[in-house]
């Protein structure tokens, strides 16, 4: 990875310490295996990226950033069926929005079509392939278990003259779907299951998204993916763990078909997070079954999702270096990415006032009529982002847990007879209070004292609570969402009819009150709302006129680094 940790000894050399495939690489340099590194991200088209393949992406890139090679973006459509030109589409702005540099060409698995028939040609010369007639199920039956090894099926012996000509008629269209299938010839007792003669192309009359119906024979994932990685000269193929026990494999394709540089398969960890739904497969059915609103829901971790939800590229990149490359499962915290959209965010986002659930504040002795305009900073921590202006009248909105009948004990907020401060303006005392018909509070009223004014230096005394408000009279309406996870608090997996869903993971609050200086936000801006955490205008549903936020992350943290 590109992020190294560097640890300084006594007398000051410094000390780098590589991730295991950083040492691997470091090593095959040294020994001149290859000349420059080459690595590939190789998705398939059958859905949306997710946080997990932000990883493989970012570590790949990475990795041909550090060591001056090529990183390649590589569509792994060999398999039909399920692929789709929506899902090319989306994953190639997940990949450019990670800021992942393919260079300028995208490559597909499915231009290697004829140089996978070719390999297979000459396997079948080399006696190293065969056409089986089996049936799917026979040949399951003959392939043995863990603990038996299995039988040699009749077809094993062909001529290679026979196979030939058979791989050819099935080429042309002249057998059945799932009739005959071409074998890899290796061991059918051999203790890794993968080598037990596994199935190389199988007849399959699908139409491809890119090659239409110009085959009706496809690779098999195992024959085909060590062939594209050595046609595009890759030379560390990185994979997660599942993928371990079809390494043999991999490397007998590239030995047998005679690559000059052959490449290299080497299997990390996938990156899991706690309580979070990341496979593909899994939010896929979310989407189908109608549980959350496409995609790119921000209650879901795709990259759509996250971006749309208002999460950086930046903060991401950071979550993963943070998380580490290992050769061992686990499990990391959506704490975690949280921390680092925090730490992101709180130097870039200006720092703004905006009231989720108002309830009117009333200065009566503040001048009917009259106006002030507060020089505010926007980033308090960062200069840079200037200043803006605060209106202030005598209507304010405050949140409405930010005033109490009968406080306990510490709270030191509105409450009858208690003075606060309001951030960046003055300190109000409560007066008194207005309830409606069902005793709901629906206005506070207080009175100001214009001494306090912040800014001016006032020092006669100090107050224990602040509190955010906006002007009434100038505030922006906004709808605002805020998330919690799909999985209802303390349960782990979402159950398979729901029973567990988190009636509360979207809430959507219609009435907020913004500052006058949010009007006209544009899609996809992101704010720090004081006290109430980082916001962004949602990407599809938020117009000029008609604001939509979505809560990134709120301010609160569990979580805490090891500095
Ligand atoms: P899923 O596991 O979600 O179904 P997948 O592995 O089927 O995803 P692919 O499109 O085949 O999805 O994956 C492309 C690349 O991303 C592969 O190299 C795969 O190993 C890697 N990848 C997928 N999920 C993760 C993950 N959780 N962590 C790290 N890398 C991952
Ligand atoms: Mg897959």
Same mark, same amino acid.
């Given at each position: 990875?590109?992020?190294?940790?560097? /640890?300084?000894?006594?007398?000051?050399?410094?000390?780098?310490?590589?991730?295991?495939?950083?040492?691997?690489?470091?090593?095959?340099?040294?020994?001149?295996?290859?000349?420059?590194?080459?690595? +590939?991200?190789?998705?398939?088209?059958?859905?949306?990226?997710?946080?997990?393949?932000?990883?493989?992406? @970012?570590?790949?890139?990475?990795?041909?950033?550090?060591?001056?090679?090529?990183?390649?973006?590589?569509?792994?459509?060999?398999?039909?069926?399920?692929?789709?030109?929506?899902?090319?589409?989306?994953?190639?702005?997940?990949?450019?929005?990670? *800021?992942?540099?393919?260079?300028?060409?995208?490559?597909?698995?499915?231009?290697?079509?004829?140089?996978?028939?070719? *390999?297979?040609?000459?396997?079948?010369?080399?006696?190293?392939?065969?056409?089986?007639?089996?049936?799917?199920?026979? @040949?399951?039956?003959?392939?043995?278990?863990?603990?038996?090894?299995?039988?040699?099926?009749?077809? +094993?012996?062909?001529?290679?003259?026979?196979?030939?000509?058979?791989?050819? +008629?099935?080429?042309?269209?002249?057998?059945?779907?799932?009739?005959?299938?071409?074998?890899?010839?290796?061991?059918?007792?051999?203790?890794?299951?993968?080598?037990?003669?596994?199935?190389?192309?199988?007849?399959?009359?699908?139409?491809?998204?890119?090659?239409?119906?110009?085959?009706?024979?496809?690779?098999?994932?195992?024959?085909?993916?060590?062939?594209?990685?050595?046609?595009?000269?890759?030379?560390?193929?990185?994979?997660?763990?599942?993928?371990?026990?079809?390494?043999?494999?991999?490397?007998?394709?590239?030995?047998?078909?005679?690559?000059?540089?052959?490449?290299?398969?080497?299997?990390?960890?996938?990156?899991?997070?706690?309580?979070?739904?990341? *496979?593909? +497969?899994?939010?896929?059915?979310?989407?189908?079954?109608?549980?959350?609103? *496409?995609?790119?829901?921000?209650?879901?971790?795709? &990259?759509?999702?996250?971006?749309?939800?208002?999460?950086?590229?930046?903060?991401?990149?950071?979550?993963?270096?943070?998380?580490?490359?290992?050769?061992?499962?686990?499990?990391?915290?959506?704490?975690?990415?949280?921390?680092?959209?925090?730490?992101?965010?709180?130097?870039?986002?200006?720092?703004?006032?905006?009231?989720?659930?108002?309830?009117?504040?009333?200065? %009566?002795?503040?001048?009917?009529?009259?106006?002030?305009?507060?020089?505010?900073?926007?980033?308090?921590? /960062?200069?840079?982002?200037?200043?803006?202006?605060?209106?202030?009248?005598?209507?304010?909105?405050?949140?409405?847990?930010?005033?109490?009948?009968?406080?306990?004990?510490?709270?030191?907020?509105?409450?009858?007879?208690?003075?606060?401060?309001?951030?960046?303006?003055?300190?109000?005392?409560?007066?008194?209070?207005?309830?409606?018909? %069902?005793?709901?509070?629906?206005?506070?009223?207080?009175?100001?004292?214009?001494?306090?004014?912040?800014?001016?230096?006032?020092?006669?005394?100090?107050?224990?609570?602040?509190?955010?408000?906006?002007?009434?009279?100038?505030?922006? %309406?906004?709808?605002?969402?805020?998330?919690? /996870?799909? &999985?209802?608090?303390?349960?782990?997996?979402?159950?398979?009819?729901?029973?567990?869903?988190?009636?509360?993971?979207?809430?959507?609050?219609?009435?907020?009150?913004?500052?006058?200086?949010?009007?006209?936000?544009?899609?996809?801006?992101?704010?720090?709302?004081?006290?109430?955490?980082?916001?962004?205008?949602?990407?599809?549903?938020?117009?000029?006129?008609?604001?939509?936020?979505?809560?990134?992350?709120?301010?609160?943290?569990?979580?805490?680094?090891?500095?």
């Amino acid at each position: 990875m590109s992020e190294i940790e560097k /640890n300084t000894t006594d007398n000051n050399e410094e000390v780098v310490s590589r991730n295991f495939i950083e040492q691997i690489i470091d090593k095959d340099l040294s020994e001149g295996k290859y000349k420059e590194i080459v690595t +590939r991200f190789p998705p398939e088209p059958n859905g949306y990226l997710h946080i997990g393949h932000a990883k493989s992406i @970012i570590l790949n890139s990475g990795l041909a950033e550090e060591y001056k090679g090529t990183f390649n973006l590589r569509f792994d459509d060999t398999n039909p069926t399920k692929e789709k030109s929506e899902f090319v589409d989306s994953i190639l702005e997940d990949v450019k929005w990670l *800021g992942a540099d393919f260079g300028d060409k995208i490559y597909y698995a499915s231009d290697y079509f004829d140089a996978m028939y070719e *390999g297979a040609i000459k396997l079948i010369k080399k006696g190293k392939a065969y056409v089986c007639d089996l049936t799917a199920d026979e @040949i399951r039956e003959y392939r043995g278990t863990l603990k038996e090894p299995g039988k040699e099926s009749p077809y +094993r012996n062909r001529s290679v003259e026979e196979n030939l000509d058979l791989f050819e +008629r099935m080429k042309n269209g002249e057998f059945a779907d799932g009739t005959k299938v071409l074998r890899a010839k290796i061991d059918m007792a051999s203790p890794n299951m993968n080598m037990r003669d596994p199935v190389i192309y199988r007849i399959a009359r699908m139409s491809h998204h890119r090659t239409g119906d110009k085959w009706c024979i496809y690779p098999m994932y195992d024959f085909a993916h060590p062939i594209e990685d050595a046609v595009e000269g890759v030379t560390h193929s990185i994979c997660t763990l599942e993928f371990e026990d079809h390494r043999p494999l991999y490397d007998w394709v590239v030995k047998e078909l005679e690559f000059e540089f052959p490449p290299k398969q080497i299997e990390f960890a996938k990156l899991y997070l706690q309580n979070v739904i990341t *496979g593909k +497969r899994y939010i896929k059915k979310l989407v189908e079954d109608g549980v959350v609103d *496409g995609w790119d829901d921000p209650r879901l971790v795709s &990259i759509s999702a996250l971006r749309r939800k208002g999460v950086t590229p930046e903060a991401i990149r950071m979550f993963i270096e943070l998380s580490g490359i290992s050769k061992a499962n686990s499990v990391s915290d959506m704490a975690m990415l949280e921390y680092c959209i925090r730490e992101d965010l709180k130097m870039k986002a200006p720092r703004m006032m905006a009231v989720l659930d108002p309830i009117k504040l009333v200065i %009566d002795n503040y001048p009917e009529g009259e106006s002030e305009l507060l020089e505010v900073e926007n980033n308090q921590e /960062n200069e840079e982002l200037g200043s803006r202006q605060v209106s202030f009248s005598k209507e304010l909105y405050i949140e409405r847990d930010d005033f109490m009948e009968e406080p306990p004990k510490k709270y030191f907020r509105l409450f009858p007879g208690n003075e606060v401060r309001l951030k960046n303006a003055y300190f109000v005392t409560c007066t008194d209070f207005v309830k409606d018909a %069902d005793g709901k509070v629906v206005e506070v009223h207080c009175t100001y004292d214009p001494a306090t004014k912040s800014g001016s230096g006032f020092e006669g005394r100090k107050v224990k609570g602040t509190i955010h408000w906006v002007d009434a009279a100038t505030c922006v %309406d906004a709808t605002v969402r805020l998330y919690e /996870n799909l &999985i209802k608090e303390g349960e782990e997996v979402l159950n398979e009819d729901y029973s567990n869903l988190n009636p509360d993971s979207l809430k959507e609050l219609k009435n907020c009150k913004l500052e006058a200086a949010f009007a006209g936000t544009k899609k996809g801006e992101r704010f720090q709302f004081l006290r109430n955490g980082f916001f962004c205008t949602d990407m599809k549903d938020s117009t000029e006129d008609n604001l939509v936020f979505n809560r990134i992350v709120s301010l609160k943290s569990s979580y805490k680094p090891n500095k």
